[in-house]
């Protein structure tokens, strides 16, 4: 099976734009859930989607939001970029929405540089 | 409040040295325990989880977890370290039914050849 996929892997963008970043999930996984990882804050955990319905929210202002479409592929957007939004995202992937047998599988990261 | 504190920020150790990394949690009910390992330029990957059962838990690579529920601990071992193991090592916990991974702030393991 293909890991978990995300586009694009590096982006560079200025205060004040907006960005969207792709995650393709392992192919029959239905969780994709978002982290953002950063040398001061580590890896900190913005929100779960499941069937195309976010389930849980991390502690993230409103301008970090996302969506999972049907075939279980999800995007995160940013608007209004502020420089300290440079970090890595994660996306990871697991088979149901949390139980006592399911595991997480991330991607590669997309690394986000705002200047 | 809620956190996982992994207690070394970084460890030198030299090849064949034994490695034990430790991990605390301060979430209450039932939760579910995960060690992640960054090699350098690579992305997350799970050494090992510990969900229910045995409280010792083997995973890849030759690592070890245990499981103290007295201690709220999870510290990560291996008997036997390699030059290949020098990474980023993540402590990790869920809640049970729940995909919100809470992690440690990691430990930068260096192995001296």
């Known amino acids: 099976k293909a890991g978990v996929t995300q586009t694009p892997r590096y982006l560079i963008k200025t205060r004040g734009q907006q960005v969207t970043l792709s995650c393709s999930p392992i192919?029959?996984?239905?969780?994709v859930s978002w982290y953002q990882q950063t040398p001061g804050q580590g890896l900190q955990f913005l929100f779960e989607?499941?069937?195309?319905?976010?389930?849980n929210k991390g502690n993230f202002p409103g301008r970090f939001s996302g969506r999972q479409f049907s075939n279980s592929r999800s995007e995160m957007n940013v608007s209004t970029l502020e420089l300290g939004d440079s970090a890595l995202y994660l996306c990871?992937?697991?088979?149901?929405?949390?139980?006592?047998?399911?595991?997480?599988?991330f991607g590669p990261g997309t690394r986000l540089t705002v200047l | 409040a809620q956190s996982v504190s992994q207690h070394n920020h970084h460890v030198i150790l030299s090849e064949a040295a034994s490695l034990e990394l430790g991990c605390n949690y301060s979430?209450?009910?039932?939760?579910?325990l995960f060690w992640y390992v960054q090699y350098p330029g690579q992305h997350l990957q799970l050494l090992l989880k510990y969900f229910s059962g045995d409280p010792l838990v083997k995973g890849i690579k030759g690592f070890e977890a245990e499981f103290i529920k007295s201690k709220f601990s999870f510290n990560l071992r291996k008997p036997s370290v390699q030059w290949s193991d020098t990474a980023e090592y993540f402590c990790a916990v869920t809640l049970y039914n729940n995909n919100d991974m809470r992690f440690g702030a990691g430990t930068r393991l260096t192995v001296k050849p």
């Open positions: 990871a992937s697991s088979s149901t929405a949390g139980g006592s047998t399911d595991t997480q599988y």
């Open positions: 192919s029959g996984h239905r969780s």
């Open positions: 979430y209450g009910g039932t939760v579910n």
């Open positions: 989607y499941f069937s195309e319905t976010q389930r």
